[in-house]
């Protein structure tokens, strides 16, 4: 395994390359806060960015899942997201594309035929399955990031879990079919391997931050002064992200109030499933009154929200990596979070925040409340977590470690004949 944490960013990188990121169902262009549309999607649209910053091109291959999309939207300089026919121009949830993935991989092999990148890197399972048939045609470098693992997502939803069953085999076979792995975070590793896939055929790079849209200085949303305190959760509103947790914590922590931010716009967060279980859990929990859902909001408008929270809430039962953690220590903000996936990595306790057993409200409402009492400690975790976010966490790092992986695939490795 090559561990890239603190990132090295040295010489020896490659020269401009024309790099294919596909991206089957996470398409940066993407409104988030949906079920099927969070951090993978903003990781694939900086990503491409940062790696266009250092002279790359970047074409984002996503599915077409609407009538009047172009097939080709410039993203920004250097970077054009391709939509691809297969399967209906209209959404479908991600569980269920598995079934147009050969019509995807077949599309990706005509284009490529014509046009073939330097190298592919692929993102989530269903992408590596249609970008190994293509690269296995027509004899490309292929990179994998898988964002998310079967395993895992089983171990933990069991029954609930709606992935395809041939999901852990896909993965499988991505993982050793590819030429090597990008994980986000070493809990993957261990997972990976337990899978049978060397650990030295990963390479550990994690997930960036904007640290210049994701700072402590500009403005914080509104307090209403109703509440002494206000804690926040950032998230897709599904039950995995644990915002149940926080709103049970609530109970134990007066005077406070919690935000829950993400789900569908605020027009329509009333019909939200997992929006009406959380209220029936506030209202039994008698804290009705001091929890808020926003729905999804503009991007451009999470970093005041962040800002004005005492706290940032991370809960989640499982996170393959979690982006809101890095989000929130960026502007300066302490961090609780649970100790799984990629929250091991990127959450320093208790230099910028705590980490809490999942699923466990008392944990989370016992240390939230020391941190509620003590401005100073906040202050300095805060401090410490925008320090971290900078030396580890920026995209300029994070684009230049990942074209180190690229250059390890594509450098011919010296062929070992003998032993000395």
Same mark, same amino acid.
């Given at each position: 395994? #090559? ?48 790696? !266009? ?7 984002? *291959? ?20 391709? &939509? ?15 079934? &147009? ?5 077949? *599309? ?37 990031? *898988? ?55 990963? !390479? ?10 994701? #700072? ?9 002064? !109703?509440?002494? &305190? ?17 709103? #049970? ?16 716009? !605020? ?73 799984? %996936? %990629? ?62 992986? *690229? %250059? ?13």
């Amino acid at each position: 395994m #090559t561990s890239l944490s603190p990132i090295s960013t040295g010489a020896g990188n490659p020269a401009a390359l024309s790099i294919a990121l596909v991206s089957e169902h996470a398409s940066p262009l993407a409104a988030l806060g949906g079920v099927d549309a969070g951090g993978q999607n903003v990781h694939v649209a900086r990503l491409a960015g940062a790696l !266009a910053d250092r002279g790359h091109s970047v074409t984002v *291959y996503t599915r077409r899942d609407a009538r009047d999309l172009p097939d080709r939207v410039p993203l920004r300089a250097g970077v054009e997201v391709h &939509h691809v026919p297969a399967g209906p121009p209209e959404r479908i949830p991600k569980d269920e594309l598995l079934p &147009h993935m050969l019509a995807f991989g077949r *599309y990706l092999a005509r284009e490529w035929q014509i046009r073939p990148p330097d190298l592919v890197h692929s993102h989530f399972w269903m992408s590596g399955l249609a970008s190994l048939h293509a690269t296995r045609e027509l004899r490309l470098p292929l990179l994998h990031t *898988y964002h998310a693992l079967g395993t895992v997502k089983r171990r933990h939803q069991r029954l609930a879990d709606t992935s395809p069953p041939a999901r852990l085999g896909c993965e499988r076979e991505v993982g050793l079919g590819c030429d090597r792995i990008v994980a986000t975070c070493r809990d993957e590793v261990l997972e990976l391997t337990r899978m049978g896939i060397p650990a030295g055929k990963v !390479a550990v790079v994690p997930c960036g931050v904007d640290t210049d849209q994701f #700072t402590p200085y500009g403005p914080a949303a509104d307090r209403d002064g !109703a509440h002494r &305190h206000r804690l926040i959760q950032v998230g897709r509103m599904v039950p995995r992200k644990g915002a149940a947790v926080s709103v #049970t914590a609530l109970a134990e922590l007066p005077d406070t109030e919690l935000l829950v931010v993400g789900g569908p716009t !605020a027009a329509r967060i009333d019909d939200d499933p997992e929006v009406r279980r959380l209220r029936d859990i506030a209202r039994e929990a008698g804290v009705a009154d001091r929890v808020r859902f926003t729905g999804g909001v503009p991007s451009e408008d999470v970093a005041p929200l962040l800002r004005s929270a005492d706290v940032v809430l991370c809960p989640a039962d499982y996170e393959p990596f979690g982006i809101a953690p890095l989000e929130a220590m960026a502007c300066g903000r302490p961090v609780v979070a649970s100790a799984v %996936g %990629g929250q091991l990595d990127t959450v320093a306790d208790p230099a910028t925040g705590r980490l809490v057993p999942p699923g466990d409200p008392g944990a989370l409402a016992r240390v939230v409340g020391e941190l509620l009492a003590d401005p100073a400690t906040r202050r300095a975790c805060g401090e410490a977590g925008r320090r971290r976010v900078l030396s580890r966490y920026g995209w300029p790092r994070i684009a230049a470690a990942t074209e180190s992986v *690229y %250059g390890e695939v594509l450098t011919p490795q010296p062929v070992v004949t003998g032993v000395i």
